[in-house]
């Protein structure tokens, strides 16, 4: 089957990431947020848009990065998840949207098994275009309810199932 998927692609960390653009709802400049008590630092708050609470979690930290003061190109993308079952709408902070690129699946490489060392998890696969590489990130995974609240996720210690 060689249906082409599209990703929309964004900077953070000097890296280049995609996410299925189906589960993009929106993609919002900067702008303040509620702060929570009791919440890990990379949940950075939530919004009301349009009636919905949305929570926002800084993508930068969430992958145990150092945070950056936001500017004029931080941009959140408000994510769906495609889950019926658990329905999950949750931003992303980002350093900055890059492009939308089509994929066929045999584009797509499997991330490298790392071991128990590092957390691959996140991780659907990678691309390469131009001469560099896209991480593309698992939705489903990087949506799920009990990884985004988890504690634990502070010490990196996420397992994936």
């Not at 993508?59 to 999950?88: A, C, H, W």
């Amino acid at each position: 089957m060689n249906r082409e998927q599209e990703f929309l692609t964004f900077r953070l960390n000097g890296e280049e990431y995609g996410v299925d653009i189906l589960s993009v709802q929106e993609i919002r400049v900067w702008s303040s947020v509620t702060e929570l008590p009791n919440k890990p630092d990379y949940v950075k708050g939530v919004i009301n848009l349009r009636g919905v609470i949305i929570p926002i979690i800084d993508l930068r930290q969430r992958f145990g990065k150092e945070p950056l003061d936001y500017n004029e190109q931080t941009v959140t993308i408000i994510l769906r998840s495609v889950d019926s079952q658990n329905p999950m709408v949750v931003g992303i902070v980002v350093d900055a949207v890059s492009e939308v690129y089509k994929f066929t699946p045999q584009q797509i490489r499997k991330a490298p098994n790392f071991g128990s060392h590092i957390d691959a998890c996140f991780l659907k696969g990678l691309v390469e275009v131009d001469n560099k590489l896209i991480i593309l990130l698992d939705n489903e995974t990087l949506l799920n309810q009990d990884e985004l609240y988890s504690f634990e996720q502070q010490e990196m210690e996420v397992e994936c199932e």
